[in-house]
């Protein structure tokens, strides 16, 4: 059995109506919400702080008779009645131990009391008076607790996982402890705790949801962990205050979940946490290893039960399919505006250094030499470089429509760019005779590279003659994909597109034409957006329609992208990014048409990693480079049979 297939565990974060110092109420209330999250298919679910008595009870807690040992048997009713439940369950309760009280959350599974983990920071200022009635768990005497019949673990050493799945590895705080210069949930997580769970009880004021919200978000991704988060609701006492019932389920610094507060009926929120992603995050930043030198001590691990995963496997989590490009309006200009200000800043700073108050590129009219002229248009302005000194090439050849050579013209004229039109089909033709090939070749890989080759010497000396440098075009899909001519549009002196994925790359010229363009350029960057996406190296059909389309080859960029994203983002193997392939695109590829562009992706990046170990420099832009001196370092000669050899498995986690 796996809890977690392909890294997913799904948690969930309820917040049932209390009554306050009525733990019989409150055991039905907690199983109704475990009744509820379970037929939804929660495998982990957190109730709030205190949830079986209430957390403003004040000094009823004294009553140790009637409130604490109620609490204890509304906690073996619960532990009862879950018997036959998978999920494992966080319940806050009142736990006596020893003389002292302490404000605790145990950690159910089967009918069983796993663990009990208790508070260690209490509050004790403005509206909070905890100390009067607990104590730290730092004066815990024992490190096990008699409890619903039972001796079972006691203290925050506790880590809870299920025995041969690492990633599925739980430890839990409480309320206050969050809110700690160094919360207790750093230390589980460098102790190997990804799932981190908090039953709280925080109450509303202006503006703290904002400021919790903030704090679990932030948390999640200091720690590199999931993190769920259950807060008290409006049941609780309002004598002076009001709790909302905030819930959260938050992963590596994004929010997946959040729950509607102030709900009279209680509320249930859910979301897949990515486990393995966490994991190979942890592996790849060397700082998270490195804290082990801050841990403290050893930790208890206790053992659970695998918790069957939902069947069908169906996540209630958005994956992305753009996953380069944001959804939300706001947040997508953004973006826009600090990628295409680090691109700028970057050949500013190289123009500056070598001295050069000229730059040369070649302008096809697609889309990514657009944004390259783009780019160098707004430098040139931040630089106060007249714009003439922007030599754009246009360079047609065998397979350049007139679409595109028109395009090129008008992209020049509206940026204010010299414009130089090469004719190199003669150059061509005498190359193709000095070589021998067949002068009926026109489809050839060698007929298609010598015109791409051309070009890129036809550049590179332009450069030298006109005392600037060559500003390559080529994207980080096209790196990805090895779909560029090795010495030729491959190569430049500076790449500013070289960490723009295709998808991102559409999305800036459009960006570029809705908010920052004339009517006059508007329209043909429109037309560039219209345009299908070709490197022209192969003649147009007899209607001068472009013949060659770069998709119809290596596949659609959206699922390239998608697949590199997963690749070195997610750490994904060919299984996971097809599951995760099904969920982004279901209403767009059938799972056939994912598998068949996927094998192209992984034998087209595995084939072509030569051309990326002597790629030029460029800007990173975003999380995801393939430079050879920055994110990826991989041999030449890396065999790809073990990333097939899965793709093809019929087996599946």
Same mark, same amino acid.
């Given at each position: ?32 919400? #475990? ?102 768990? +730092? ?11 039972? #001796? ?7 880590? /809870? ?14 309320? =206050? ?32 949801? =904002? ?20 807060? %008290? ?48 995050? +942890? ?65 500013? +700073? ?132 090895? /779909? ?87 750490? %994904? ?81």
């Amino acid at each position: 059995m796996t809890t977690a297939p392909y890294g997913f565990l799904r948690v969930a974060a309820a917040c049932p109506p209390v009554r306050i110092a009525d733990p019989e109420h409150n055991a039905d209330a907690t199983l109704d919400a #475990v009744q509820r999250a379970s037929a939804a298919g929660a495998q982990v679910l957190v109730l709030p702080e205190l949830g079986l008595t209430g957390y403003t009870c004040g000094d009823l807690f004294f009553s140790l008779s009637t409130l604490v040992a109620g609490a204890e048997r509304a906690l073996e009713r619960v532990c009862r009645e879950t018997k036959g439940t998978p999920a494992v369950v966080v319940v806050g309760l009142p736990v006596e131990q020893e003389g002292r009280l302490f404000n605790a959350a145990a950690v159910l599974q089967g009918g069983q009391v796993l663990g009990v983990v208790p508070k260690t920071y209490l509050p004790g200022y403005a509206e909070y008076y905890e100390e009067r009635w607990f104590s730290s768990a +730092r004066e815990a005497r024992e490190a096990e607790v008699r409890l619903a019949g039972d #001796v079972v673990p006691f203290g925050t050493d506790l880590l /809870f996982q299920v025995p041969d799945e690492p990633g599925v590895t739980l430890a839990v705080e409480i309320c =206050e402890d969050l809110w700690a210069p160094v919360p207790p949930s750093s230390f589980h997580a460098v102790a190997g705790a990804t799932v981190l769970l908090n039953p709280s009880a925080s109450p509303d004021l202006v503006a703290k949801a =904002e400021y919790r919200r903030e704090l679990v978000r932030q948390q999640s991704g200091r720690a590199l962990a999931a993190y769920v988060y259950a807060n %008290a609701g409006v049941h609780e006492s309002t004598t002076d205050l009001v709790f909302g019932g905030h819930l959260m389920v938050a992963e590596n610094g994004l929010l997946l979940a959040e729950g509607e507060r102030f709900r009279r009926e209680g509320e249930l929120v859910m979301a897949d946490v990515d486990t393995e992603r966490l994991r190979v995050e +942890r592996v790849r930043q060397t700082s998270f290893a490195d804290a082990v030198h801050a841990a403290r001590g050893d930790y208890r691990i206790v053992s659970f039960e695998p918790v069957p995963a939902p069947s069908p496997h169906r996540l209630v989590r958005a994956i992305d399919p753009h996953p380069f490009v944001p959804s939300d309006p706001a947040t997508l200009d953004d973006r826009c505006h600090e990628v295409f200000s680090i691109q700028t800043a970057g050949l500013a +700073r190289r123009l500056e250094h070598v001295g050069a108050r000229r730059v040369v590129l070649g302008l096809s009219g697609g889309l990514d030499s657009t944004l390259a002229l783009l780019v160098c248009v707004r430098t040139f302005d931040l630089l106060g470089l007249d714009r003439r000194g922007i030599l754009a090439a246009t360079m047609p050849a065998f397979g350049t429509s007139e679409r595109t050579r028109e395009s090129a013209h008008r992209l020049a004229g509206a940026a204010g760019a010299e414009l130089r039109e090469i004719d190199l089909r003669a150059a061509c033709e005498q190359h193709i005779r000095d070589i021998a090939l067949d002068p009926a070749d026109r489809e050839s890989v060698t007929f298609q590279n010598l015109q791409a080759r051309e070009r890129t010497q036809v550049l590179m000396d332009l450069a030298n003659k006109e005392g600037g440098i060559v500003v390559g075009t080529g994207d980080l899909s096209e790196l990805a994909l090895g /779909f560029a001519t090795f010495a030729g549009d491959h190569i430049a002196m500076y790449n500013v597109n070289a960490s723009v994925p295709k998808t991102l790359v559409r999305r800036l010229v459009r960006w570029v034409a809705e908010h920052h363009a004339s009517p006059s350029e508007r329209e043909v960057l429109t037309d560039v957006l219209e345009t299908p996406v070709s490197p022209e190296l192969v003649p147009p059909e007899r209607d001068g329609a472009i013949a060659q389309r770069t998709e119809e080859i290596v596949g659609p960029y959206e699922l390239a992208d998608f697949y590199l994203f997963c690749l070195l983002r997610l750490g %994904a193997g060919p299984g996971k990014m097809l599951f995760l392939a099904g969920h982004a695109f279901s209403d767009r590829y059938d799972e056939a048409t994912l598998r068949r562009w996927l094998r192209v992706f992984v034998e087209r990046f595995f084939d072509n990693q030569f051309k990326r170990s002597v790629a030029p420099d460029g800007p990173k832009v975003g999380s995801v480079s393939l430079s050879p001196r920055g994110d990826w370092r991989m041999p030449s000669d890396a065999s790809k049979a073990a990333w097939l050899r899965e793709l093809d498995s019929e087996d599946g986690p």
